[in-house]
DNA sequence: TTTCTGACTCGAA
DNA sequence: CTTCGAGCCAGAA
C-alpha cells in the first residue's frame, strides 16, 4: 500500500485530492481555501512535488482558468492531458474543455 | 533568523 | 492579444 505522510498541510491537500471523483477536476486556489489557508494557491501546487510518489492524482489538478500549469511535471509532454481524457476529461492546448461540466465544487458537492 | 523559490491568482497597462 | 507587478503562504538553504 502507499504511505501518505507529510506535513499537516500536505496531508489536507492529498487527502482533498482523493475525495475528487474520477472525471473531475479542482483548483488550487480553492483547495487552499478549503483546507484553511485560503490565497497559499501556489503552496497548494508546491505540496504536488511530495505527491509524485503518492496516489495524490496531481493530474487533477489545475488553475483558475482550467489550464494544466502542473503538466510540466509530469514526463513527457502530454501524460497529465492523457491521463485527463482516460477521465473523459476533454483537453485541447493545455486547457481543459467544458471546465464548467469537470469541476468538482465541493461547497455543491458536500 | 532572513532570503529565495514556486504546479497561483488578480488586476492593470 | 501579451506582459508585468503585487499579494499570498509553505518549505528549503
Known amino acids: 500500500m502507499s504511505k501518505i505522510q507529510g506535513s499537516a498541510f500536505q ?3 492529498w ?9 473531475k477536476v479542482c ?16 503552496t497548494v501546487g508546491y505540496a504536488m512535488n ?3 510518489s503518492k496516489d ?5 489538478v489545475v488553475n483558475r482558468k482550467g489550464l494544466l500549469t502542473g503538466k510540466h511535471h509530469f514526463d513527457g509532454t502530454n501524460l497529465m492531458q492523457q491521463l485527463l481524457e482516460s477521465e473523459g476529461i476533454e483537453v485541447i492546448e493545455n486547457q481543459i474543455q467544458n471546465l464548467d461540466s469537470v469541476y468538482w465544487d465541493p461547497t455543491k458537492e458536500l
Open 50 to 52: 511530495n505527491s509524485h
Open 56 to 60: 495524490v492524482p496531481a493530474h487533477r
Open 15 to 23: 487527502n482533498y485530492l482523493k475525495k475528487i471523483p474520477k472525471g
Open 27 to 42: 483548483t488550487y486556489g480553492d483547495i487552499a481555501e478549503y483546507i484553511g489557508t485560503k490565497g497559499s494557491a501556489r
Open 11 to 13: 496531508l489536507k491537500v
